[in-house]
């Protein structure tokens, strides 16, 4: 059989021809007119009053960090079952990474453990919407205003999902998406920041112009422009925003897709969950997901290492795990604190698959899916 990889990106047909008109409009530098289009589409699909592309969602998270002043001591609330960007964007700020454990259901961020987590330092809270299910944030903005904090969402996995009918990614203060090539949205590097308290929107555009006041500038608001503020080069090329172009117009079609493959993954699996081997991902009702991910939770940690080792091996599909918790990690132990259990973070890790998830599957998907399940009843 053919061998099927964990991720294909997939283009849509334009992004060339847009990378190309991009070279004739001579603005190859960033904050072009692709840059522009792609940050008016991101305003209006998450209803936001200011979106900035950068060059990835990491460096979206470390912009954040900076414009939340984020000081040596500081403490953020995060997942430790995250990517290890959560987490760098603030250490590098000298802050500390607070680890709190995550919901059985679907692997976010526990917000009933937020509060108890919470310290005189803490500054922030930053939920994760895992594979693209969102996080509660009701009563997670309910608990920042209580204490006086900052929400950052890391919307990595979130583009086109929403959480009670609104946009994940319009919740909190300042949220990041990523446009990595393994996301749904992609131009191989990328991301975005996404400012939703206009407080922040003056020095967020400061801090992504290396700390100029460009803007202004050409506003014509001031007659030169000079170093007003700390910042560097988070602003991507018009050549990038170009390829991302072509895929933000085709977001609602790609994601789409991806839902089929999902839906189709669930409805194969529900078999196999009924008799007990595997849990199926929980989508809970008041949210909209985007397909971002198709994950197993098998019986246990030797039964999953298994499962991936036989469907490479035996049928060249290539399933993978996901994050190692940063909790226990070296930098996770230098840097982090972690204030309770983190049993569910440790469990799940362990016991979790990702399928194989992309545009064009749906080829192959029934063979490989019997495949799974032939290896999931043999393991
Ligand atoms: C992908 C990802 C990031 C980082 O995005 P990059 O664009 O790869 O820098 C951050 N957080 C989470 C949860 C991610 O999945």
Known sequence: MTAIPFNKPYLTGQELGYIKQADSNGHLSGNGPFSQKCQQWLENNIGAPKALLTQSGTSALEMAALLLDIQPGDEIIMPSYTFVSTANAFALRGAVPVFVDIRKDTLNLDETLIEAAITSKTKAIVPVHYAGVGCEMEPIMKIAEKHRLWVLEDAAHGIMASYKDKPLGKWGHLSAFSFHETKNIISGEGGA??????????????????????????????????????????????????????????AQEITQYRLNIWNTYHQAFENLEKEGRVRRPIVPSNCEHNAHMYYLLMENHEKRNQFLENLKQKHNIQAVFHYIPLHNSPAGLKYGRSPGSLNNTVELSNRLVRLPLWVGLEKNQSSVIKKILLEVRRT
């Not at 608001?221 to 085709?250: H, N, R, T």
Request: proline share 3%.
């Open 193 to 250: 920041l996404i400012v939703n308290d206009p407080q922040f929107i003056d020095r967020a555009e400061i801090l992504w112009e290396k700390g100029t006041n460009r803007k202004k500038f050409l506003n014509g608001l001031v007659d030169k422009y000079s170093w007003v503020d700390i910042g560097s080069s988070f602003l991507p090329s018009d050549l990038i925003a170009a390829f991302l172009w072509a895929q933000m117009e085709k």
